[in-house]
């Protein structure tokens, strides 16, 4: 198997923000993604091979008929409590050895840091080449199993999984309207926040600076702090009467800011949640979970009133709509 390299990219890759990035990248990246995903394959292969040895170590330590716990030993008991999950470093107690076997997945494993700096420099800034990367089968996969003890690699998993272009329904249950809104690189519900708040007609627009610091821009350091301007649940919040219950008592519904959007529940295949005035005041310091990836929420659909109705009234069987609100669906 030939030796799986770093430089693959034409250009040389800081983590670009300031100068866009070339316009074939998406070109440029698949032989990038291609060789991330063999060396993800074979460096999970390394880890799997690396904890069959560890756990091996640990019967032959039982097969030596050691008691279960030395109290007058302290270091023999540190040394079994270790024993019993993962050390810090590992793999690395057990690389020499396993890397001798199979030197092609050790290669991977030294070679994977690069590789994955590079692919987290590219991604971000270009939603093309997430399509890219979300149609390489088995990568988020890999990267989700190696993620386990290398954090690069679930920064990845968690990249990947981020919604683009993707819709989400918004049902205002407080004034009965819903939007439909199209989410890109929106990683989490408090980007989301901010940035659905600066959408929705009929609510306050939140700091402008926030907005700018959730879309593509740094975090003023005067508009530092981020305040929730309203309470989003799920759908399941929803009683039979068209209402969700009031303060804490719909608390196991709330969405409470750093779930991330991929979570969002679905109904029928499209993402949907309610929204109700906040219950309580909520507030969190200002960023993105991927600073160089833009995030954007764009309104796509006003529901009409009857189309509002129609949808509360398919899930809520004892909802009674007074006649204003009838008229006004009308």
């Known amino acids: 198997m030939a030796a799986i390299t770093a430089d693959v990219l034409s250009f040389r890759s800081p983590r670009f923000r300031a100068a866009a990035p070339p316009p074939d990248l998406p070109v440029q990246a698949v032989p990038l993604l291609d060789r991330l995903h063999r060396a993800l394959r074979l460096s999970a292969e390394l880890l799997a091979a690396c904890e069959f040895r560890r756990h091996a170590a640990e019967r032959k330590r039982a097969a030596w008929g050691e008691p279960p716990l030395f109290f007058f030993d302290r ?69 989700a199993v190696v993620g386990e003890h290398l954090p690069a690699a679930q920064e990845l998993a968690e990249l990947l999984a981020v919604p683009d272009e993707e819709v ?91 779930e991330p959007t991929a979570a969002l529940p679905r109904e029928n295949g499209e993402r949907v949640l309610l929204l109700t005035a906040a219950t309580v005041p909520h507030s969190w310091d200002a960023g993105r979970r991927f600073p160089r990836m833009d995030g954007r929420v764009e309104s796509v659909e006003g529901l009409s009133r009857s189309a509002v109705s129609s949808w509360l009234r398919a899930r809520c069987p004892a909802l009674v709509e007074t006649s204003a609100e009838l008229t006004r669906a009308a």
Do not use: K
């Not at 270790?82 to 470093?89: I, L, T």
């Not at 926040?193 to 609510?203: C, N, T």
């Not at 969700?244 to 519904?253: K, L, Q, W």
């Open 75 to 143: 270091a023999a008991r540190a040394e079994r409590e270790r024993a019993g999950s993962a050390p810090a470093d590992f793999p690395a107690p057990y690389l020499s050895e396993i890397a001798v076997r199979r030197p092609a997945a050790a290669a991977a494993w030294q070679v994977l840091p690069d590789l994955l700096d590079d692919v987290l420099t590219v991604l971000p800034a270009s939603v093309e080449c997430r399509r890219v990367a979300r149609a390489t089968a088995g990568l988020a996969g890999a990267a």
């Open 168 to 258: 989400l329904l918004v049902v205002d249950v407080d004034r009965r309207t819903a939007t439909r809104v199209l989410l890109t690189g929106v990683a989490d519900v408090r980007q989301l926040m901010i940035l659905l708040a600066d959408q929705l007609p009929h609510r306050r627009r939140p700091d402008p600076r926030l907005v700018a610091a959730y879309r593509n821009a740094s975090v003023d350091p005067d508009a530092a702090v981020a305040v929730a301007p309203f309470q989003l649940l799920r759908p399941t919040a929803l009683r039979p009467d068209g209402t969700v219950p009031a303060g804490f008592a719909a608390s196991d519904f709330w969405l409470w800011g750093p």
